[in-house]
């Protein structure tokens, strides 16, 4: 996809806190224990295997290799899907002895109240589950986002009821340009359930062009890149940006502000991750947290722990009124501290409830720009091991079909 130039900036990157994470020192890191999946999902960058399930001893190694290079606060334990593993309980329970979180990256549909269960004893500290409509779901393959929140909300209730409030449950979505307008539906829902739905992530769609302007090579040896599953003979131009999804929340929710970014390897102006976090309770938002707060929150937890921050649980989510002193430092958080304490007054009975904090973010794939540089995430979270080696997962079926990343040479 292309990249163009704006004038006035939808966000202004030097306004926002750039999240700290790095190759070596990151929040996440990404563990694909198998590359078979139970869903064919349109866009998605992996090719389903069915011999690709990966052993204990293959896990470990992997794992072995994060601790090695990369300091991180949980792993976010993906594939394919997770669950279709025979040993996901074993894989979490891995995770969870090295001290790191165990995340689960799913689309949900092996999901059971009794693997849920073995999965909490084993030490899972979170859920996110990948759900949109074009993922030719049995049973909702004509629902659109409005209706998939249906099924959203029936996993978010058995993750809070199995995991006993313990265990965050977040939710992903692949944007597309039919389906951008639904976004901020998805965001209205997300804001009805605060008590048991932590974060909702939009992914702009990614596909690589096959053909045009381009030769496809890797260390100089021409390969076929139409063999990629992302690849696709359609040359339309995909324009669709992580501040493209801003603008379509802004026309529901005209104040929404991202306080937090990480940048693109070739430009530090785009918004490859984008952070946002406010505070409410039932239904109700009383305002944004400035990026004094996110900053807040990374280093301290850093210094705390020798780690950034990845997931954390409902319950510290829940403790939105402490949160509102560090309006003393952040900005963003007076009117906030105001908007509340005025709701509080004339609404005494809200007090009962509790001020929590939600967060959306927004993720950019690789941008293709014409000179064929590729732009990357800078500080990416979702890097993986190949061959004992750090690499993209959003990249992985290069380097698995081609012994390394493609370089794209203009003619």
């Known amino acids: 996809m292309s990249v163009t130039a704006q004038a006035q900036p939808i966000v202004d990157h030097r306004s926002l806190y750039r999240l700290p994470w790095s190759l070596p020192d990151n929040a996440i890191a990404w563990l694909e224990p198998t590359a078979k999946c139970n869903l064919a999902c349109f866009g998605c960058y992996r090719e389903n295997d069915p011999r690709g399930h990966k052993t204990l001893e293959q896990i470990a190694s992997d794992l072995d290799v994060f601790q090695r290079y990369r300091t991180v606060d949980g792993i976010s334990i993906a594939g394919g899907d997770p669950l279709v593993h025979p040993q996901t309980t074993e894989i979490v329970r891995m995770v969870a002895e090295r001290g790191l979180k165990p995340i689960i990256n799913t689309n949900g549909l092996a999901l059971t109240e009794e693997l849920l269960a073995e999965l909490v004893s084993a030490g899972v500290a979170a859920f996110t589950f990948h759900i949109d409509s074009k993922q030719n779901r049995p049973g909702w393959k004509t629902s659109d986002e409005i209706e998939l929140c249906k099924l959203r909300q029936h996993y978010a209730e058995m993750v809070a009821r199995v995991g006993h409030g313990n265990v965050s449950c977040s939710f992903n979505a692949t944007v597309y340009e039919d389906t951008l307008r639904f976004v901020p539906d998805v965001i209205a829902w997300a804001r009805k359930h605060m008590d048991i739905v932590s974060t909702v992530v939009f992914i702009a769609f990614r596909a690589g062009a096959v053909g045009g302007d381009f030769d496809y090579q890797v260390n100089g040896r021409p390969v076929d890149f139409a063999v990629m599953p992302y690849a696709t003979e359609d040359l339309t131009k995909h324009e669709l940006q992580s501040t493209d999804i801003v603008t379509t929340i802004r026309e529901r929710y005209p104040d ?59 319950k510290t989510l829940a403790m939105g009124r402490p949160m509102l002193l560090l309006a003393a430092v952040d900005k963003a958080l007076r009117p906030v501290a105001r908007r509340y304490l005025k709701a509080m007054a004339l609404h005494p009975w809200r007090l009962r409830r509790k001020l929590r904090l939600q967060s959306v973010m927004i993720i950019q794939p690789a941008d293709i720009y014409p000179d064929g540089s590729q732009n990357m995430c800078d500080g990416c979270p979702d890097i993986t091991v190949w061959n004992g080696q750090l690499v993209w997962s959003c990249r992985l079926e290069e380097p698995e079909k081609f012994g390394g990343f493609v370089q794209m040479i203009p003619r």
């Open 256 to 314: 929404f502000m991202p306080s937090a970014y990480l940048n693109g390897t070739e430009r530090p102006d785009t918004m490859k991750w984008l952070l946002t976090g406010y505070l409410g309770e039932g239904g109700k938002v009383y305002g944004y947290v400035g990026p004094r707060s996110m900053e807040l929150t990374q280093t301290v937890h850093h210094l705390r722990t020798g780690r950034y921050l990845a997931y954390t649980t409902p």
